[in-house]
């Protein structure tokens, strides 16, 4: 086990909170003021990512969909490259979301929508990008130079951004509030989740397992299983917790680890029936929640405040992930901050 933190994804992990308090007094100005040129102008909103961006995009799925309203649809690039046959966007917000906003198929997204004269914003760690330069208004994210390859500070200032958004179009100042209260959450799940690492090497061996949220934390799932894969090359599933009942259920037995990710707010109750469910199939269970039953009977167990929104539990519940698929690759002998087979900007078309 590494003892030392010396590691690039360490160091990323642990500085969220600070990065997350610069983007929010940086860009919230910003952000009310594209959201003044833009309110009114649209009926849906597509979103255009890849890889933890896209994560990121299932997140505002949700988000803007509870808070706002909207109707937010996912892109399908390859429509727009390999079979060069845009949809029609007609009254579309375009929000593309892009740590480097290198990929040529954001891009191209962007340019086929400003044809169609849709307005679009962008969301990126890179403001002199390509994707930054085709898009009409553009939100910095602030997370600075990601040295790692797997993506911890810009998927996290990702989800504030849009939560920073969605609060603009809402005006509501209780959710504003919220959200300049997340770097203390985001600090304070660190400082829970560290002392369980040592833990982490119960699992050293597994070649598979899945990752369960539902809801806001859809997104969680996805992006914790995808931490895990990058990281570790162990099979990670990411499930609904619906979904998972509808057949998925059967692969597990004695032994097979599940994620579960469980905050409070609407999904709970769910949630919290799919762990018992897991536990009498005899499932191996590493849970993230506020619980404190399913904290104690779960065999491995990661704290994240309760009193965290459900709308913003994302932000804080993917931390115990990220230290999941980091020291998991370090009890495996792998090198976190270099993945085998993967480079940090992936330029797709």
């Given amino acids: 086990m590494n003892t030392l933190n010396t590691d690039q994804l360490y160091h990323e992990i642990t500085q969220q909170p600070a990065l997350a308090h610069d983007l929010i007094e940086q860009e919230f100005q910003n952000i009310k003021n594209i959201v003044q040129e833009v309110r009114g102008s649209f009926n849906y909103v597509l979103i255009a990512a890849r890889g933890s961006s896209d994560n990121a995009g299932r997140y505002a799925q949700y988000l803007f969909g509870i808070n706002n309203r909207f109707q937010v649809a996912l892109t399908t690039p390859s429509l727009f490259t390999l079979y060069t046959t845009p949809p029609e966007l007609q009254n579309t917000l375009i929000l593309s979301i ?3 906003g290198m990929s040529p198929d954001i891009v191209q997204i962007i340019k086929d929508a400003k044809k169609q004269h849709c307005t ?10 390509p ?4 898009s009409d208004f553009t939100i910095p994210i602030h997370a600075g130079e990601e040295k790692a390859v797997a993506a ?20 509501n100042d209780e959710f504003v509030n919220q959200i300049y209260r997340i770097p203390d959450l985001m600090k304070t799940t660190i400082d829970t989740t560290e002392p369980s690492l040592s ?22 799932a996805f992006e914790v299983a995808l931490k895990v894969k990058e990281l570790t090359g162990i099979n990670a599933d990411p499930y609904s917790s619906a979904d998972f009942r509808h057949g998925p259920i059967a692969t597990i037995h004695k032994g097979f680890p599940v994620i579960i990710i469980a905050p409070f707010g609407k999904v709970f109750d769910d949630m919290q029936q799919m762990f018992r469910d897991v536990k009498a199939l005899d499932g191996e269970t590493i849970t993230i929640t506020a619980d404190d039953t399913i904290l ?19 932000i804080v519940s993917v931390i115990p992930g990220q230290f ?25 078309f």
């Avoid at 491995?300 to 994302?314: D, H, M, N, V």
């Avoid at 690759?329 to 993967?342: F, N, S, T, V």
């Fill in 131 to 134: 994707l930054a330069t085709a």
């Fill in 98 to 100: 892009s740590q480097s």
């Fill in 152 to 171: 911890t500070k810009s998927y996290t200032n990702s989800l504030i951004a849009l939560a920073m958004l969605s609060a603009a179009f809402m005006g």
């Fill in 296 to 314: 104690s009977e779960s065999n491995l167990g990661f704290r994240i405040p309760a009193e965290i929104p459900e709308t913003l539990s994302p």
């Fill in 199 to 220: 833990h982490i090497q119960r699992y050293r061996y597994i070649e598979s397992c899945a990752v369960l949220g539902r809801g806001l934390n859809y997104s969680t």
């Fill in 324 to 348: 999941l698929g980091r020291q998991l690759a370090i009890e495996r002998g792998l090198d976190p901050d270099k993945p085998e087979g993967l480079r940090k900007v992936t330029e797709t």
């Fill in 120 to 129: 679009s914003i962008c969301i990126t760690n890179n403001a002199s990008s």
